[in-house]
């Protein structure tokens, strides 16, 4: 068999095996899998599902972390509360708890405007361009190769974007084999409609979280504005909704064991085709590690909010985030230890090479792959530190703000096309965005506690793994730290909203010339962390040259296999299949597909997490679920299980039936399936979605909004 160039879209070549619900595929391959897609119970033309920019596709978007999908022509977005928890915290403060008490939005103007830097994007255009892209690259290497592809994306971008009120990316798929510019109109103005309450929209927190069953009602309703021009435009009370060129509708009827169901959504990413080296690292270092890290800033954030309720406020976004992701990494390792995913994937790869070497091309890939495997082997002495300095600008506030700044003092005076990704004249205005809100989302204290927890692990490293600069900013004892971080943040007047908006403001010399501790502490750490990304990027320029060989060698070694051939996903549009489905967990312990009210109830103790309100209890008691119970039991739904191929970023996806209407809401994997973004265990594969049965319900019934329904398409009972 000869080693053939895959081409994506209606003509890739296709080979599936038996289990034909894995799979993220791109809309282009559907037409391809055309007859898994009617066998499985699809009622529609595939061929209406391979263009993005047509409906039904063309209605779900991306939006805040995760995926929304229009539900009305006048802008409605529908979406997770988790997805849009963010907006929620932005606009509650002490006295008006929007995340303790929901909110329903009385009419129009009572729409809360979300954070200043909360975005909706909804794809245009998706288009190959792996000839434009890697022309100047051929014969470079390292850092070199790496510029090559940044220059020529970058081209591309500000040519893309020349366009106002849109936003451009290059994504690459299959590891740096064919490459696509993503063009998406970016909308700015959204605004908070409808929330539930904590206890419904997060009911279970963290002890539910990843596992089934669940009794979450995981949704919060948006709505996106426009200028009066019709055109992408920042808050204003002038502003008028925006109108979707397509939007779903919601499913009246619901879904039961068995059911055909798909879902269309924005996967962050997987790492199903990375190397069994890689698969080692997940399992024996990165994960364990992430999970300690994270651990110690979430409980940093806890203890400070106990005592200070103001402060618990300003972070509960963030600890929220922490906490999922401590329990998604703890998950993935133990799903990926079950299925001993590093013994599989290493005896697969050995078996792959093994092939390889009889195949005509082989001779010629092997090089290039033992080349991938040498790049991955480097770089394990400074992992940790890695991890820890880069955590410095994810999470703080201000002193994320101050590094931001210093950056870009060194970036404007740059033609733009030479300016770091991120620091362009394109991302100045959500730069602007994120200093504006600091305010709502920082309290020196907590951020003090968090350096402090992320820069004692640091201190501990080898001392060839540390930095000079770091060392000189923060000290290299528990004692020079404290010191250091009170000097720096009781001396710093960045955390007031007008000095940060001057030093944005400010001409590069003259932010530069600051004396402010946090910008002269941004500046010391400047070029370790110039140099930290130097080494980055030398080493991607080389994957990106590299990682092909292995993959047109996996590809196909997969074809070979029967196996199903997709991209690993990166945040572009996604499409999957599959069936209302069970759960065997494991030995005599099965879970049915849908859960109900009566979980509710039966796991309410009155107190949190598992705090259902009193007025949802009363409705629960009142049985008066006519029109939205499931016809054969007569119970209430809540949410529901499917074997649909999904990975984080896909939470807030929508879930339609065969018929392409609203019947869920995608919001959780279960606790088997976690490590599904490295590995597909069949056995185990299942997503979590909210019934749209249970959301219509309890708009209609237990907080009520008859406008928002109607809008909805689907009027009170």
Aim: proline share 6%; net charge neutral; charged share 25%.
């Amino acid at each position: 068999m000869r080693i053939r160039s895959m081409m994506l879209g209606a003509a890739m070549a296709l080979a599936l095996d038996a289990n034909a619900d894995e799979g993220m595929w791109l809309p282009s391959q559907l037409p391809g899998i055309a007859k898994n897609l009617k066998s499985a119970g699809f009622r529609g033309d595939p061929t209406d599902l391979a263009d993005l920019t047509r409906a039904p596709l063309n209605a779900v978007v991306r939006i805040g972390g995760g995926t929304g999908s229009f539900v009305s022509d006048e802008g409605l977005v529908v979406t997770n509360h988790h997805v849009a928890f963010g907006v929620i915290q932005y606009n509650s403060k002490p006295g008006r708890d929007l995340i303790a008490n929901g909110y329903v939005a009385a009419d129009r103007a009572g729409e809360l405007p979300a954070n200043p830097d909360y975005r909706l994007r909804v794809t245009v255009g998706f288009d190959k361009v792996t000839d434009r892209i890697l022309a100047a690259a051929r014969g470079k290497t390292g850092r070199a190769y790496f510029d090559a592809v940044d220059a020529a994306s970058k081209a591309l971008v500000a040519e893309c974007e020349g366009e106002k009120g849109y936003k451009c990316s290059v994504a690459t798929m299959f590891y740096g084999r064919d490459f696509y510019l993503v063009k998406q109109l970016e909308l700015r103005d959204i605004r908070l409609v409808y929330a539930p309450p904590r206890a419904i929209g997060n009911y279970g927190d963290e002890i539910d979280n990843f596992m089934w069953p669940r009794h979450a009602g995981d949704f919060t309703i948006l709505r996106a504005y426009v200028g009066p021009n019709g055109e992408p435009a920042d808050y204003s009370p002038d502003n008028k909704p925006y109108r979707p060129p397509s939007h779903l509708k919601l499913a009246t009827d619901g879904v039961a064991e068995g059911d055909f169901v798909m879902l269309a959504g924005y996967p962050g990413i997987t790492y199903r085709h990375r190397t069994a080296a890689e698969f080692a690292d997940q399992v024996e270092w990165r994960l364990p590690t992430s999970v300690a890290v994270l651990k110690a800033l979430q409980d940093v954030i806890e203890a400070r909010g106990k005592d200070d309720k103001e402060a618990g406020i300003r972070y509960a976004a963030q600890l929220q985030s922490l906490k999922n992701g401590i329990k998604r990494f703890s998950g993935e390792l133990e799903g990926l230890q079950r299925s001993d995913a590093v013994a599989v994937r290493r005896d697969d790869e050995a078996a792959m090479l093994a092939w390889l070497a009889n195949q005509p091309e082989g001779k010629a890939l092997r090089p290039d792959i033992e080349a991938v495997m040498a790049l991955i082997a480097r770089g394990k002495d400074v992992r940790e530190r890695d991890l820890l300095v880069g955590l410095l600008s994810t999470q703080t506030q201000l002193l994320k703000g101050a590094l931001a700044v210093d950056r870009l003092s060194i970036e404007r005076p740059k033609p733009d096309a030479q300016r770091e990704t991120g620091y362009q004249k394109r991302d100045e205005e959500l730069i602007r965005s994120q200093l504006k809100q600091i305010q709502r989302r920082y309290d020196p204290a907590v951020e003090k506690a968090l350096v402090t927890s992320m820069m004692l692990r640091y201190q501990q490293l080898p001392g060839a793994a540390r930095l000079p600069e770091v060392d000189e900013v923060f000290g290299r004892t528990p004692a020079e730290l404290a010191t250091a971080l009170d000097r720096i943040y009781a001396g710093t007047g960045f955390g007031a909203e007008a000095e940060r908006t001057r030093l944005f403001e400010a001409s590069p010399a003259e932010a530069a010339a600051s004396k402010d501790p946090l910008l002269v502490a941004a500046r010391a750490l400047r070029p370790a962390l110039l140099r930290i990304e130097d080494e980055r990027k030398s080493r991607e320029g080389d994957l990106l040259r590299l990682r092909p060989a292995y993959m047109q060698a996996l590809i196909a070694y997969r074809e070979k296999q029967g196996k199903a051939v997709y991209p690993d996903a990166n945040s572009t549009l996604r499409v999957s299949y599959g069936k209302v489905t069970p759960l065997a967990a494991r030995d005599a312990v099965t879970y049915a597909p849908l859960t109900t009210v009566a979980g509710i109830v039966e796991k309410n103790t009155g107190k949190e997490p598992f705090d259902a309100p009193k007025p949802l209890l009363d409705a629960i008691r009142k049985g008066d679920f006519a029109g939205y119970a499931d016809p054969k039991t007569g119970a209430m739904p809540v949410d529901f299980l499917s074997n649909l191929d999904t990975t984080g970023g896909n939470s807030g996806s929508p879930v339609l039936n065969a018929k392409g209407e609203l019947v869920g809401l995608n919001f959780d994997s279960n606790w088997e399936a976690v490590s599904a973004s490295w590995m597909y265990d069949p056995r185990y594969k299942r997503a979590i979605h909210v019934d749209m049965r249970y959301m219509r319900w309890l708009i209609d019934k237990v907080y009520p909004s008859p406008a928002l329904l109607r809008e909805l398409g689907v009027p009170s009972k």
